[in-house]
């Protein structure tokens, strides 16, 4: 008679081969980093500052990539918010 853990492990490797969970990149594989920042919302700032999907490429390159959560207004720049390796980094980005 099957235990009851392997019956479970037999559902899951099923559920996960039929398309159930996201397939995650392998090795060598690397998307883009994305901004999450539409077209409409990635215009300059005004005339000296830079804008926000500047701002959000600007805190990806200084910390080697992650994806952007939020670009919010501060003193004088950006508040960045990345998460990367389920780590949420704050980044401040200047004008």
């Known amino acids: 008679m099957p235990r009851p853990l392997a019956i479970l492990i037999l559902l899951w490797a099923g559920a996960a081969g039929a398309g159930g969970w996201p397939?995650?990149?392998?090795?060598?594989?690397?998307a883009p980093p994305q901004t999450g920042l539409t077209a409409a919302e990635d215009v300059q700032a005004d005339d000296s500052g830079i804008s926000p999907g500047e701002a959000a490429r600007r805190a990806q390159q200084m910390n080697n990539g992650g994806r952007v959560l939020s670009v919010e207004p501060a003193n004088g720049g950006w508040r960045v918010k990345l998460i990367k390796q389920g780590d949420v980094r704050i980044v401040f980005v200047p004008d």
């Open 23 to 30: 397939k995650l990149p392998r090795g060598g594989e690397h």
